[in-house]
């Protein structure tokens, strides 16, 4: 009998040893499998980051800051694309969204003129600093965590974000080859072309500039050879009540040219000046171009049609007055539009 009792205890805690050893084998197993799925994801994570950066040419590009004040042209070598880009008005925001770049954007801001022609869902997505005019205080830019912030040159002036200021807080700092007083729509192309190579989306940035220069040809086809020998006079009418702002040469300049017109002061060397009411008569344009900053064109218009010394200008007499989106006619995503926007209305019967 004791024996048997013996027996049975023996038993007893075999099982016992058995189930607590299975118990715990079970434990470790759930544990060591979540483990596992976690390095892997892990490991896969870090896989695709080394292969993107693996993959990654440097790319060197040199930041003309000349008109800034500064006069210095800076070196700048990218060896992974940036992730917290800050677009310094909606023209510049526009290069990205229409690169589908979105996700490496921090913020970005409207400026004095708004891209009111463009249409992009990712203007909803991404947060907005600044106020109105698109100004922001450095505590804001480092705040959103910017590292590449693209701007016009005088972004990067003294007075608001300079070299200093940037290198110290890792920014880098670009300005569009768009801008300069003597551009074309091959600087548009440039820039596609350049922000494609830093941020690695070069084929996207190559069938924007197709698109581009299909829809020039386009336009180029429908206005017919003519137009360009003996382009329409056009005044630009962008600001000012006593002395007006216009365009000259440059990115408005090229636009125009290529839609069929040519500015009336084609002959200032430089992109913008300011001139007189009595040279804007003097030259009597046949067209006058307002340049819409944020839905402001139906008071424009009003203040030229009742300007006294404008009376007896042809486009105020036969009413050729119409306008085009301001931040497209600086050089942005949506130039190439605009060409064909400010074409039909310099050749209406030609796109009927």
Same mark, same amino acid.
């Given at each position: 009998m004791k024996r048997i009792l013996a027996l049975l205890t023996v038993l007893v805690l075999i099982f016992s040893v058995t189930g607590c050893s299975s118990e715990q084998t079970t434990t470790q197993d759930t544990t060591t499998? @979540?483990?596992?799925?976690?390095?892997?994801?892990? =490991?896969?994570?870090?896989?695709?980051? =080394? &292969?993107?950066?693996?993959? *990654?040419?440097?790319?060197?590009?040199?930041?003309?800051?000349?008109?800034?004040?500064?006069?210095?042209?800076?070196?700048?070598?990218?060896?992974?694309?940036? =992730?917290?880009?800050?677009?310094?008005?909606?023209?510049m925001a526009d290069?990205?969204?229409?690169?589908?770049?979105?996700?490496? /954007?921090?913020?970005?801001?409207?400026g004095s003129c708004w891209s009111?022609?463009?249409?992009?869902?990712?203007?909803?997505?991404?947060?907005?600093?600044? #106020?109105?005019?698109?100004?922001f205080t450095k505590e804001q830019l480092l705040e959103v965590g910017c590292d590449f912030l693209m701007g016009w040159d005088s972004?990067?002036?003294?007075?608001?974000?300079?070299?200093?200021? !940037?290198e110290a807080n890792g920014i880098a700092? *670009? &300005?569009?080859? !768009?801008?300069? @007083?003597?551009?074309?729509?091959?600087?548009?192309?440039?820039?596609?072309?350049?922000?494609?190579?830093i941020f690695a989306v070069e084929d996207?940035?190559?069938?924007?500039? @197709?698109? /581009?220069?299909?829809?020039?040809?386009?336009?180029?086809?429908?206005?017919?050879?003519?137009?360009?020998?003996?382009?329409?006079?056009?005044?630009?009418?962008?600001?000012?009540?006593?002395?007006?702002?216009?365009? !000259?040469?440059? /990115?408005?300049?090229?636009?125009?040219?290529l839609a069929g017109g040519i500015s009336i002061f084609d002959d200032i060397e430089k992109g913008w000046s300011r001139v007189s009411w009595e040279q804007v008569v003097e030259r009597n344009p046949e067209v006058i171009l307002i340049l819409d900053y944020h839905n402001e064109t139906d008071e424009k218009m009003e203040f030229l049609y009742n300007n006294p010394s404008l009376v007896n200008v042809d486009a105020i007499k036969n009413k050729r007055v119409f306008?085009?989106? !301001?931040? #497209? /006619?600086?050089?942005?995503?949506?130039?190439a539009g605009t060409v064909e926007i400010i074409a039909k209305g310099l050749y209406p019967d030609k796109f009927k």
């Amino acid at each position: 009998m004791k024996r048997i009792l013996a027996l049975l205890t023996v038993l007893v805690l075999i099982f016992s040893v058995t189930g607590c050893s299975s118990e715990q084998t079970t434990t470790q197993d759930t544990t060591t499998k @979540d483990e596992t799925t976690t390095v892997e994801t892990t =490991t896969e994570a870090k896989a695709e980051n =080394t &292969t993107t950066a693996s993959s *990654y040419e440097p790319v060197t590009i040199i930041v003309d800051l000349a008109r800034s004040g500064l006069g210095d042209k800076v070196e700048q070598t990218f060896t992974a694309p940036p =992730t917290g880009v800050v677009a310094k008005g909606d023209q510049m925001a526009d290069y990205f969204f229409d690169l589908g770049l979105e996700n490496n /954007m921090a913020a970005y801001t409207h400026g004095s003129c708004w891209s009111s022609v463009s249409q992009f869902p990712a203007r909803d997505v991404v947060p907005l600093i600044g #106020d109105a005019q698109g100004k922001f205080t450095k505590e804001q830019l480092l705040e959103v965590g910017c590292d590449f912030l693209m701007g016009w040159d005088s972004t990067f002036s003294d007075k608001n974000f300079n070299r200093e200021f !940037c290198e110290a807080n890792g920014i880098a700092m *670009y &300005t569009p080859y !768009c801008a300069r @007083d003597f551009a074309t729509f091959e600087d548009i192309y440039k820039d596609y072309e350049t922000l494609g190579k830093i941020f690695a989306v070069e084929d996207v940035a190559a069938a924007r500039i @197709d698109a /581009m220069k299909a829809k020039l040809e386009e336009v180029r086809t429908t206005i017919g050879e003519e137009a360009y020998k003996n382009p329409v006079n056009v005044f630009v009418f962008d600001s000012g009540e006593d002395t007006p702002f216009t365009a !000259c040469q440059g /990115m408005p300049g090229d636009i125009l040219k290529l839609a069929g017109g040519i500015s009336i002061f084609d002959d200032i060397e430089k992109g913008w000046s300011r001139v007189s009411w009595e040279q804007v008569v003097e030259r009597n344009p046949e067209v006058i171009l307002i340049l819409d900053y944020h839905n402001e064109t139906d008071e424009k218009m009003e203040f030229l049609y009742n300007n006294p010394s404008l009376v007896n200008v042809d486009a105020i007499k036969n009413k050729r007055v119409f306008a085009a989106n !301001c931040a #497209d /006619m600086q050089g942005s995503a949506g130039s190439a539009g605009t060409v064909e926007i400010i074409a039909k209305g310099l050749y209406p019967d030609k796109f009927k």
